[in-house]
């Protein structure tokens, strides 16, 4: 089963000085700077999701894109068609203090397109093609979707799914809906290759490769990371591809060249010696590790590598970023732009904006280019994040959204107070007298029910502001 980095348990356990947000600017995750470190410009391959565009941020560096060679699944495109939460792949250099870079290419694949076939809304993951995809705090959705969990998600429908493979699935960093005529897909490592069947096993998804005209590449074989697309369903599992292609999962750099991977723990054989997104990386004495120790390094863990390539293409780590989860989520109208700050409100909470911010227009103008400046008072936004204090938290991801009807505020996070009828979340005054209460699952508590369970449990709330307190409509536990 997947180890989940949102656990609630590890959440309590961080110390504060680790989940504070700090820094200012429209930049990307990781809140520090990578690469370069020297005078001058250094090779480096970032893969990291995306979390804003005006060049490509992703890695904590803004890499401009105006020579570079860019592809989305293998065609070349324009940087309009990426999405914020893709995974991109970056070569290129970075400058010294790695603000800023020049990207040669930048790449996204998506890991798998498909319909849904089956939803556990008490674990927060759904399946597709034989994969469980867990949809987190940090996972964007596109357009068509009404919230990011998995209640949102319709079985049958057909999404578009990119995001970091674990050994059940993939963790999703965004999900979309499929343009006209997009093909089915699915990533990941050949298992049970059987010449005679003409068969093998992506995960859980079993590829039939009868129809591939040619067949198979000659040089794949178990192990090998493939990409079997095209072609038809003959069972929820079963896909009959009409290509299949071998591809990179990471992309190593040269020997001395720097190196971000961000993912999954894909395999683990110690905390000194194990791979992300595929990508082997060795530990030392003197690699860093924040969020956690080393020894939370764990299979299916979501992180992020910083290091050095050797020429045997291991990625010596310098520092390990362990992803903590972001229990904090706040759904209404900016109040207040604080542009030299970086930070904006809503509903009295003050929300910081750093490099981890990834940035995301899903109101009907849909910019491209989005960050705090695009912002306006009244604006509907989405924040997900972590709490810093009293009325106030740090945004890991901004979204800016139609205002809903009924026009509810939404706030989620591990109440502070549980004082039967009332609960303090944030800093903020919650009334549940009127509320209707539900489980992870989505099926009905009683008041006294709701209150006997929710002790240390992150709850999600949604009403309508009278005076200070929010008057709450809908009160509901969050998966674990």
């Given at each position: 089963m ?10 309590l356990?961080l110390?504060l000085?680790?989940l504070l ?14 690469g370069?470190?020297g005078s001058?410009d250094?090779?480096q ?5 995306i ?10 560096t ?19 068609q ?31 397109v ?17 994969q469980t995809?867990y949809?987190?705090p ?29 050994s ?20 990941g490592?050949?298992t049970?290759l059987d010449?005679f069947?003409?068969?093998f096993?992506l995960?859980?998804t ?10 198979l ?15 038809s369903l003959?069972s929820?599992t ?5 290509a ?8 190593v ?5 720097n190196g971000?991977?961000h993912g ?13 997104a ?8 003197l ?12 299979l299916?863990?979501e ?19 362990l992803v903590?989860?972001?229990p904090?989520r ?5 109040h207040?732009i604080?542009?030299?700050g970086?930070?904006l409100?809503i ?7 750093d ?5 995301d227009?899903?109101?009907?103008s849909?910019l491209?280019?989005?960050?705090l400046?695009q912002?306006?008072?009244?604006d ?13 938290a740090?945004?890991?991801?901004v ?14 996070d591990v ?6 009828p ?5 800093g ?6 009127t ?10 508590l ?7 369970e929710?002790?240390g449990?992150?709850v ?6 009278i005076g ?13």
């Amino acid at each position: 089963m997947i180890e989940r980095s949102w656990n609630r348990r590890r959440l309590l356990a961080l110390p504060l000085a680790v989940l504070l947000l700090t820094g200012a600017g429209q930049c990307s995750i990781g809140g520090r700077d990578f690469g370069g470190g020297g005078s001058s410009d250094s090779n480096q391959t970032t893969i990291a999701p995306i979390a804003t565009f005006g060049s490509i941020f992703a890695g904590a560096t803004e890499h401009a894109t105006t020579s570079a060679t860019i592809t989305l699944d293998g065609a070349t495109v324009g940087e309009s068609q990426l999405r914020p939460g893709e995974t991109v792949t970056i070569a290129g250099t970075v400058a010294a203090g790695g603000a800023t870079g020049t990207a040669t290419t930048a790449s996204v694949s998506h890991k798998l397109v498909g319909p849904l076939s089956a939803s556990d809304v008490g674990s927060g993951s759904f399946t597709v093609l034989g994969q469980t995809v867990y949809v987190t705090p940090d996972t964007s959705v596109g357009p068509g979707f009404a919230v990011p969990d998995v209640a949102g998600f319709t079985v049958g429908t057909t999404l578009v799914i990119d995001g970091y493979r674990t050994s059940t699935g993939f963790i999703a960093s965004r999900i979309d809906l499929p343009i006209a005529g997009q093909a089915l897909r699915v990533a990941g490592r050949v298992t049970n290759l059987d010449g005679f069947a003409q068969s093998f096993s992506l995960g859980g998804t079993t590829v039939d490769f009868s129809g591939v005209a040619g067949g198979l590449p000659a040089q794949l074989t178990n192990g090998s990371y493939a990409i079997a697309s095209g072609g038809s369903l003959s069972s929820a599992t079963r896909l009959r591809a009409s290509a299949v292609s071998l591809a990179t999962e990471s992309a190593v750099g040269a020997s001395s060249d720097n190196g971000l991977v961000h993912g999954a723990v894909t395999r683990f054989a110690s905390s000194g010696d194990f791979d992300v997104a595929g990508q082997p990386v060795a530990t030392t004495g003197l690699t860093t590790v924040t969020n956690g120790a080393l020894t939370d390094v764990a299979l299916d863990r979501e992180l992020e590598v910083t290091g050095q390539y050797t020429g045997a293409g291991v990625l010596t780590a310098t520092r390990i970023d362990l992803v903590p989860p972001v229990p904090f989520r706040l759904v209404g109208p900016v109040h207040a732009i604080n542009a030299s700050g970086a930070t904006l409100e809503i509903a009295g909470v003050t929300l910081s904006t750093d490099r981890r911010t990834r940035w995301d227009d899903q109101a009907a103008s849909g910019l491209k280019v989005f960050g705090l400046a695009q912002l306006a008072i009244g604006d509907w936004v989405e924040v997900r994040g972590l709490a810093s204090g009293k009325l106030a938290a740090g945004a890991r991801l901004v979204e800016r959204r139609i205002q809903p009807t009924p026009a509810f505020v939404e706030l989620q996070d591990v109440p502070s107070v549980l004082a039967d009828p009332s609960l303090t979340i944030a800093g903020i005054a919650v009334d549940t007298q009127t509320a209707s209460f539900t489980d992870a699952a989505g099926q009905s508590l009683s008041h006294s029910a709701f209150y006997a369970e929710a002790t240390g449990r992150v709850v999600r709330v949604a009403g309508a502001f009278i005076g200070a307190t929010l008057t709450a409509a809908t009160v509901s536990l969050r998966p674990l």
